[in-house]
């Protein structure tokens, strides 16, 4: 199993090799790098393209110490060291933005461009943190028992063809596991200050009926961007990639084949 010794972190990664310029893609809350199956299909003819497992999912082995979304930024700088990556593009949905963006600040030599799934750089909205909070406990204490895992589902996926699979995943993993990244993603720092310092070319795409970060937000993140056009918006919910893979796919292969050397 491929893993990456970073900050103290298993990382585990895929790396779908080649020649091809490097994009690296950082998965959402709940998820893991297997929700860019279809993207790494649709570009590994040209691209050589690096998911990875974040801490406290998938298959990477943490260290269950607390750590914010600028530690998440350095394991992605870590994973490139380690492939021996000096410049790449850097894509995430939601929280894998969130990372992405603080990547890019923090080594802006190191990111060739953005690619940002529906995501943001600001915080929750008051009136919904406090749903999330409660949700986030009852995961840690109980588990996703089948109501909650439902209701997540439907935030984040909402899709009869997809919820039952990582809906499965979730209640086959340890509940405790959600502790870290929970605190990690209520706690995170507003970054919208500091786009302006984000000078490198940048995708947004948004789904149309994504109610966990709405379109608001992210017409806000592309504004922002210095080297981001309009917000791509397609079908689908929060994870539009995963359930609507083909619109992403186009508008990411058109940016990435666009992109100067």
């Known amino acids: 199993m491929p893993t990456a010794a970073v900050n103290g972190q298993q990382l585990y990664f895929e790396d779908a090799g080649g020649d091809g310029p ?9 998820m ?5 199956d ?27 110490e607390p750590f ?8 992605v700088l870590g994973l490139l060291e380690h492939l021996g990556v000096e410049r790449a593009v850097l894509g995430g949905m939601s929280q ?4 992405s963006l603080r990547a890019a600040v923090l080594a802006p030599h190191h990111v060739r461009a953005l690619i940002l799934l529906d995501t943001q750089a600001g915080l929750e909205d008051p009136e919904v943190a406090p749903v999330y909070e409660e949700m986030l406990q009852t995961w840690a204490t109980v588990g996703p028992v089948d109501e909650l895992a439902e209701t997540v ?28 990244p929970g605190r990690c993603l209520m706690g995170r720092d507003d970054v919208t200050s500091r786009l302006s310092e984000i000078t490198c ?5 948004h789904g149309t009926d994504d109610t966990a970060i709405t379109m608001d937000k992210a017409e806000a993140l592309a504004a922002g961007l210095p080297g ?17 893979p083909e619109p992403v796919n186009a508008a990411i292969r058109q940016f990435l084949d666009g992109l100067p050397d």
């Open 22 to 30: 490097v994009v690296v893609l950082s998965h959402g809350f709940l």
């Open 32 to 36: 893991d790098h297997s929700m860019f």
């Open 38 to 64: 279809a993207q790494v299909e649709a570009l590994r003819d040209a691209y050589r393209v690096v998911t990875w497992d974040e801490r406290g999912f998938g298959d990477t082995e943490s260290d269950g």
């Open 68 to 75: 914010s979304y600028w530690d998440s930024a350095r394991d």
């Open 96 to 99: 894998g933005g969130f990372l």
């Open 153 to 180: 589902a439907n935030i984040i996926i909402a899709d009869p063809d997809h919820n039952p699979a990582w809906i499965a995943k979730w209640q086959a993993a340890d509940k405790a596991r959600i502790v870290q």
């Open 201 to 205: 070319p940048a995708l947004v795409v």
């Open 228 to 244: 981001s056009g309009p917000v791509v918006a397609v079908a689908g919910a929060h994870a539009a990639n995963l359930t609507n």
